[in-house]
C-alpha cells in the first residue's frame, strides 16, 4: 500500500473525536489520524505544521467556528478535502459551508461504520486522482523549467522550484563510435521511457515529487526530503539509484548511469549543473557501475594531452605483441587522467581505422572472421577502459592472422596458450578465463582459434596434458595415487580415476599395476 492520507479531527467535544477516531479502522481504509483539535484556532495551527490532507471539522465551537475555520483552510490550500460535521437542526449552517467549497458533510446522528466507511473510500479516490493529477501538472512544470530555462513567474512556481529536495538524474551510457558507421542494433531511450519506468519505483518513505524529461533525453527523480540523518539519506538515495538503473537496465536490455544529490538542493542549482557543468562525460572513464554525485565541480578537461598513436603502430609493425599492448595501456590510462571526451573518441577512431587499414591489407580471405564493424562491437566501447581492452583484443588477433603461417599451421595465440597449459596444469584453479585473459583474448575467440588449428577443445587439451602427466607419474612406485591426482590439478581422488578411466580405459590403480606387469 502506499502512504496513507492524513486527517485531522476538530470538534469541541472528546467524546465526539473519540467515537469518531474509532468508529472505523482507518488504517486499514488507507487514513492516518495526525491531529484533533477542539476549535478552529487550534486547528489552523496544526494544519500549518501539519498539512493534513482531509479536514473533519463540527460547526459550532468557541474562538472559530467550523464555517470560519473551513474558508481559512480553504484560503491556505485549495485542494484540502473538508468535511463538515453538523447536528440535524443545525443543517442551515451547511449551506454556507458548501458554498465555500466543502467536499462532503456528515450528520453526527445518522454517522455509522457503513456510511463513514463509503464515504473515506470515496475520498480515497478523490485524493489519490488529485494527487496523481498534481504529480502529472508538476512533472510538466520541471520539464518546462529545464527545457526552456524559465524559472516560473507565479508564486506557486516560486515556492516548488526553490524548495529543497533530492535529485537523481538517469542517463542512457552511449558508445563511443569509433567508426561514422550507423550502429542499427543500438536503441536510444527516450526520457519519457525512462520515466515511465521510474515513475512506478517505491521510493519508500520520500515523496515523489516530480519525475520529468531533461534535454539530453535524460530524466530527472525530484524527492522530497524528509528527516532522516544525512547516513539515513545517503542510503535511501544510493538504493533508489541502484534499484532504478536495474530496473531499466533489465527493461530495455542496456546500461545506463545515475547522478544523485546526497544533500539537499533546489531546481536552480540543478539547473546550473546541467547548464554549466561537464560532469555527465565522467562515466567515460570511469568502469564503476556506481553512482555519481551530483555536483557543480567540473571533472573534464578541456585541454589535450600530448598523445602518439605512432608508437603503437611501430610496435604493431615490428611484431612487439607486449609493446603493443604496453602502449594501449599507457595511452588509455593517460587519457583517462585528462578526462577528455573528445580526444578519447578522436584517439580511438585513429586507432580503429589503423586496424581496418592493416585487415584491408591481410586481405579479405584471412580476414574473413575478423569483424570491426560497430553492431558487432558497439557495447565494448562505453568507456575509455572497456575500448583499451577491446583494442587489445583487436589488435593481438590481428596480429595473429598475420602470424599465421607459422611452425604446424599454429599461430603465435595457440603457441602461447599450449605453453601456458604445459606450465599450469598442475593447478586447480587453471580455467579457460584464465588463459584467455592471459592472452587479452575473449573465451570465444580463443576457443574457437585453438579449436581450428589442433583439431581438439581448449578444455580435452587440458585434460589430454594432465592425464599424461598423470600417466608418467603412476609409473613411479614412489608417487602415491592422491598425489598424483594433486600434482595434475585435480582437488578430487574420485573425479581424478573417473577421468583418467574415461581417457585410458582403466583406472589409475589398474594402469599402474598393468606397468608393473610388463616390467
Known amino acids: 500500500m502506499g502512504k496513507r492520507i492524513t486527517v485531522m479531527i476538530v470538534d469541541d467535544e472528546r467524546l465526539a473525536i473519540e467515537d469518531l477516531s474509532t468508529l472505523v479502522d482507518w488504517e486499514s481504509l488507507g487514513f492516518e489520524i495526525v491531529a484533533t483539535a477542539f476549535n478552529g484556532s487550534q486547528a489552523l495551527l496544526k494544519y500549518e505544521a501539519l498539512h493534513p490532507q482531509v479536514v473533519f471539522t463540527d460547526i459550532k465551537m468557541p474562538f472559530m467556528d467550523g464555517i470560519e475555520l473551513i474558508g481559512r483552510l480553504r484560503t491556505l490550500n485549495s485542494d484540502v478535502q473538508l468535511v463538515l460535521l453538523t447536528a440535524f437542526e443545525d443543517f442551515s449552517y451547511a449551506r454556507t459551508a458548501i458554498q465555500?467549497?466543502?467536499?462532503?458533510?456528515?450528520?453526527?446522528?445518522?454517522?455509522?461504520?457503513?456510511?463513514?466507511?463509503?464515504?473515506?473510500?470515496?475520498?480515497?479516490?478523490?485524493?489519490?486522482?488529485?494527487?496523481?493529477?498534481?504529480?502529472?501538472?508538476?512533472?510538466?512544470?520541471?520539464?518546462?523549467?529545464?527545457?526552456?530555462?524559465?524559472?516560473?513567474?507565479?508564486?506557486?512556481?516560486?515556492?516548488?522550484?526553490?524548495?529543497?529536495?533530492?535529485?537523481?538524474?538517469?542517463?542512457?551510457?552511449?558508445?563511443?563510435?569509433?567508426?561514422?558507421?550507423?550502429?542499427?542494433?543500438?536503441?536510444?531511450?527516450?526520457?519519457?521511457?525512462?520515466?515511465?519506468?521510474?515513475?512506478?519505483?517505491?521510493?519508500?518513505?520520500?515523496?515523489?515529487?516530480?519525475?520529468?524529461?531533461?534535454?539530453?533525453?535524460?530524466?530527472?527523480?525530484?524527492?522530497?526530503?524528509?528527516?532522516?540523518?544525512?547516513?539515513?539519506?545517503?542510503?535511501?538515495?544510493?538504493?533508489?539509484?541502484?534499484?532504478?538503473?536495474?530496473?531499466?537496465?533489465?527493461?530495455?536490455?542496456?546500461?545506463?548511469?545515475?547522478?544523485?544529490?546526497?544533500?539537499?538542493?533546489?531546481?536552480?542549482?540543478?539547473?546550473?549543473?546541467?547548464?554549466?557543468?561537464?560532469?555527465?562525460?565522467?562515466?567515460?572513464?570511469?568502469?564503476?557501475?556506481?553512482?555519481?554525485?551530483?555536483?557543480?565541480?567540473?571533472?573534464?578537461?578541456?585541454?589535450?594531452?600530448?598523445?602518439?598513436?605512432?608508437?603503437?603502430t611501430a610496435a604493431y609493425q615490428n611484431d612487439d605483441r607486449e609493446e603493443v599492448f604496453e602502449q594501449l595501456e599507457n595511452i588509455y590510462e593517460a587519457l583517462c587522467e585528462g578526462m577528455n571526451l573528445r580526444q578519447l573518441s578522436m584517439v580511438s577512431q585513429d586507432l580503429y581505422y589503423f586496424l581496418c587499414n592493416s585487415a584491408k591489407a591481410l586481405g579479405s580471405e584471412k580476414c574473413a572472421e575478423f569483424d570491426l564493424s560497430p553492431d558487432q562491437n558497439w557495447r565494448q566501447w562505453l568507456n575509455a577502459q572497456s575500448i583499451c581492452q577491446w583494442m587489445k583484443q583487436m589488435f593481438g588477433v590481428l596480429m595473429d592472422i598475420r602470424n599465421s603461417n607459422n611452425e604446424n599451421g599454429y599461430t603465435r595465440v595457440v603457441h602461447e596458450a599450449i605453453s601456458y597449459i604445459h606450465k599450469n596444469y598442475s593447478d586447480p584453479e587453471l580455467s579457460l578465463l584464465q588463459i584467455a585473459d592471459h592472452l587479452h583474448l575473449s573465451v570465444g575467440y580463443l576457443c574457437t582459434m585453438f579449436k581450428e588449428q589442433t583439431g581438439v577443445t581448449l578444455k580435452n587439451y587440458i585434460t589430454d596434458v594432465r592425464i599424461g602427466e598423470a600417466k608418467k607419474l603412476l609409473k613411479k612406485d614412489y608417487m602415491k595415487i592422491y598425489e598424483i591426482c594433486t600434482a595434475t590439478g585435480y582437488q578430487s581422488s574420485q573425479y581424478f580415476s573417473q577421468v583418467f578411466f574415461k581417457k585410458v580405459g582403466v583406472y589409475p590403480a589398474e594402469y599402474r599395476k598393468g606397468v608393473r606387469d610388463e616390467d
Open 100 to 312: 465555500q467549497g466543502i467536499t462532503d458533510y456528515l450528520i453526527k446522528s445518522e454517522i455509522n461504520a457503513a456510511s463513514l466507511t463509503e464515504l473515506l473510500n470515496k475520498i480515497s479516490r478523490s485524493v489519490r486522482k488529485q494527487s496523481q493529477y498534481q504529480g502529472i501538472l508538476t512533472d510538466k512544470k520541471a520539464e518546462l523549467f529545464f527545457h526552456t530555462r524559465s524559472f516560473g513567474q507565479t508564486m506557486e512556481d516560486k515556492k516548488l522550484f526553490s524548495g529543497s529536495y533530492s535529485f537523481l538524474i538517469f542517463e542512457q551510457n552511449e558508445p563511443v563510435m569509433l567508426s561514422d558507421e550507423l550502429v542499427s542494433a543500438y536503441r536510444r531511450i527516450t526520457g519519457n521511457e525512462m520515466a515511465a519506468v521510474l515513475r512506478l519505483v517505491d521510493y519508500g518513505a520520500m515523496d515523489l515529487v516530480a519525475v520529468s524529461v531533461l534535454p539530453e533525453r535524460r530524466t530527472l527523480v525530484c524527492l522530497s526530503t524528509d528527516n532522516s540523518s544525512m547516513s539515513e539519506l545517503y542510503t535511501n538515495m544510493y538504493g533508489f539509484a541502484r534499484f532504478g538503473l536495474i530496473e531499466m537496465e533489465r527493461k530495455f536490455d542496456c546500461y545506463f548511469t545515475a547522478y544523485i544529490s546526497y544533500h539537499p538542493i533546489t531546481f536552480y542549482d540543478v539547473h546550473s549543473i546541467l547548464r554549466d557543468n561537464l560532469l555527465f562525460g565522467k562515466k567515460y572513464f570511469s568502469c564503476s557501475k556506481e553512482p555519481f554525485e551530483l555536483t557543480r565541480e567540473i571533472v573534464n578537461n578541456k585541454e589535450e594531452i600530448p598523445i602518439d598513436v605512432e608508437l603503437i
